[in-house]
């Protein structure tokens, strides 16, 4: 069975941090692509950062190029998404996904940055 299990969400005040995790199974973790997305109220469903299943390659939507970083843990099946200098406009529910012959979407993470 097919599991994408996102963690490390919560609330936040503006300029602080928060580490996402995407814990996979169920499918050969090395041979994905993996990438976050977010969504907020109202609004479409939109890429945040995307990395090859190798690493070698990474991928940042311009909004959060200097302040998010993704990397993954092939070995513990995990990807993370570090944000920093968080802003009020980062509030979302953060999906991360799998991509290759077929993908997989996470249940998604709830992230609010207010003060």
């Known amino acids: 069975q097919v599991q994408l299990v996102e963690s490390g969400g919560g609330l936040v005040q503006p300029g602080g941090s928060l580490r996402l995790s995407c814990k996979a199974s169920?499918?050969?973790?090395?041979?994905?692509?993996m990438s976050w997305h977010r969504q907020a109220p109202g609004k479409e469903r939109e890429l945040v950062a995307a990395i090859t299943s190798t690493g070698l390659i990474i991928n940042y939507a311009d909004s959060v190029k200097g302040r998010f970083t993704i990397s993954r843990d092939n070995a513990k099946n995990t990807v993370y998404l570090q944000m920093s200098s968080l802003k009020p406009e980062d509030t979302a529910v953060y999906y991360c996904?799998?991509?290759?012959?077929?993908?997989?979407w996470g249940q998604g993470t709830q992230v609010t940055v207010s003060s």
């Open positions: 996904k799998a991509d290759s012959i077929s993908y997989y």
């Open positions: 169920g499918f050969t973790f090395s041979s994905y692509a």
